[in-house]
């Protein structure tokens, strides 16, 4: 079947859930990409001056519980509605987003994070459910394949928009964000429809605690299969490896890579582009390196899911998963702005070949009239690949390869007694003040550090993490599946 005849195949209520995906993850990755650089950068920059392990346990912990509640999101969304669900989920998205910049402790942040991942949660089954529901063993291939493009045509879209913005204001980050998802509330108002009739008497069966009850026995029926239930737990360490993505890559960019390079070479062959992009200081900020990986989702990804739909599922995975941990760990192994260029594209075509395949995998074992609640199930390795990726970010990054650990670290053993950071003597103030201390500018004591400290080890971690998750799906695969 050519892909021309599988498109006509797609009902309108399929376009439009892919398009409120692609303003809801435009709104999401727009402060998400950076959210990393806001939590941690110094204060006065605007940002919060975290520690990496503050920020790990807000990422890490926050997105984790984000990714459980679609268990029970999903669930009820089956039983009350997709539209009705889609409402609220943009009515609290649209709120938080606007009180976020008020918020300036790590207690307080942490808070408003946990309540933006409710509305999240609320969102993010019914899409996927939809896009099962209007689906067939025939499309859903190349369908799963436009929802993911979608996916990385709001992640392109958003970092530009707020990118832009950051240089006036981190606040017209979250105000940019609440503007984008709003819309949804047009498209959900007046173009959505319910993909499947809903039984009404069904919805009234149970009591709240009964339906509660209900949807965890589900949930226990469908994770009793211990095949299924380790599927999981493994494709859990790709989503460990995953997110490193997000949660490490623009610090380590930030606070290691010379972008310069990056910046001299575009402003050589495309000034216009160059200026548009880069700083005063002739350099490229992170959030548009970073995101060269949806731009490369979006040119090639139904090239890959064409290629890759005449093969199993857990064989695309395996291959996949492989594939995007050396890229990602490559990534993490240089501070040269050109080669993460390079590595990235490594990093998405693994992306692509396996992250579409594990929802489509998921969605297509479930019971038609359990759909949304599978899908919520799939959201298990996610929200454990998101804690280990947290602790891997925080605990871990800090330790290895946080600049501002690694100065400590020299200025003890020189015996430089330099203050302790605070709101008066910021993460910057720190770093300028313990350059002059050891006779260096900011630059070469950068380079000092990366020479002595090797932070760039830190890639071994996120790449070993990822290449052991292959290697544990293929024995999967031979040992468990197929003697099955």
């Not at 913005?165 to 509330?185: C, E, L, Q």
């Not at 490896?241 to 997000?246: C, D, G, K, N, V």
Request: charged content about 15%; hydrophobic content about 50%.
């Amino acid at each position: 079947m050519s892909i021309t005849s599988v498109l006509k195949r797609y009902p309108t209520t399929f376009w439009v859930a892919n398009m409120m995906e692609l303003f809801e993850r435009w709104a999401w990755y727009g402060f998400y990409i950076i959210f990393a650089l806001y939590l941690t950068n110094s204060t006065d920059e605007g940002a919060l001056g975290f520690t990496q392990t503050q920020k790990g346990l807000i990422m890490g912990i926050g997105t984790a519980f984000l990714y459980l509640l679609p268990i029970i999101t999903g669930a009820l969304s089956d039983r009350i509605g997709y539209r009705k669900t889609l409402f609220i989920a943009y009515t609290i998205y649209t709120i938080v987003f606007l009180l976020i910049p008020i918020f300036k402790s790590f207690t307080a942040v942490f808070i408003i994070y946990l309540m933006l991942a409710i509305g999240a949660a609320l969102f993010k089954p019914i899409i996927a459910a939809t896009v099962t529901k209007t689906t067939d063993a025939q499309s859903s291939s190349i369908g799963f394949g436009i929802f993911y493009m979608m996916v990385n045509i709001g992640g392109f879209i958003g970092p530009f928009v707020t990118g832009f913005v950051r240089k006036y204001s981190w606040d017209y980050v979250f105000y940019s964000s609440a503007a984008v998802i709003a819309v949804n509330f047009i498209l959900v108002a007046f173009f959505y429809r319910e993909p499947v009739q809903k039984n009404k008497e069904d919805k009234q069966k149970y009591t709240f605690t009964e339906q509660i009850s209900h949807i965890f026995g589900n949930i226990g029926k469908a994770l009793s299969d211990w095949r299924f239930a380790l599927f999981l737990v493994i494709i859990a360490g790709f989503w460990t490896m995953y997110m490193q993505f997000y949660m490490t890559l623009p610090v380590f960019i930030d606070q290691w890579v010379n972008t310069a390079v990056l910046y001299d070479f575009l402003n050589h062959y495309w000034p216009w582009l160059a200026h548009q992009l880069g700083t005063v200081g002739g350099t490229i900020p992170a959030e548009y390196i970073l995101n060269v990986d949806a731009g490369y989702i979006i040119l090639f990804q139904i090239v890959i899911s064409s290629l890759v739909m005449r093969y199993k599922p857990l064989s695309a995975m395996i291959a996949g998963i492989l594939i995007a941990s050396v890229g990602l760990g490559l990534s993490l192994a240089t501070q040269d702005g050109l080669f993460i260029i390079v590595a990235l594209l490594v990093f998405s075509v693994g992306e692509m070949m396996s992250s579409p395949k594990i929802t489509e995998y998921i969605g297509r074992i479930a019971p038609s009239d359990k759909t949304a609640l599978y899908i919520g199930c799939s959201y298990i390795p996610v929200a454990l690949g998101n804690l280990f990726a947290g602790i891997v970010s925080g605990n871990v990054y800090q330790n290895i390869s946080d600049k501002i650990t690694l100065t400590q670290k020299e200025a003890l053993v020189r015996n430089i007694d330099l203050p302790a950071i605070s709101a008066q003597f910021t993460k910057n103030d720190y770093f300028q003040r313990a350059a002059t201390k050891m006779n260096m500018n900011t630059d070469q004591l950068t380079q000092f550090l990366w020479d002595k400290y090797h932070p760039s080890s830190f890639w071994i971690v996120v790449a070993g993490i990822g290449i052991s998750a292959s290697v544990i799906l293929f024995l999967y695969d031979q040992f468990i599946i197929k003697r099955r």
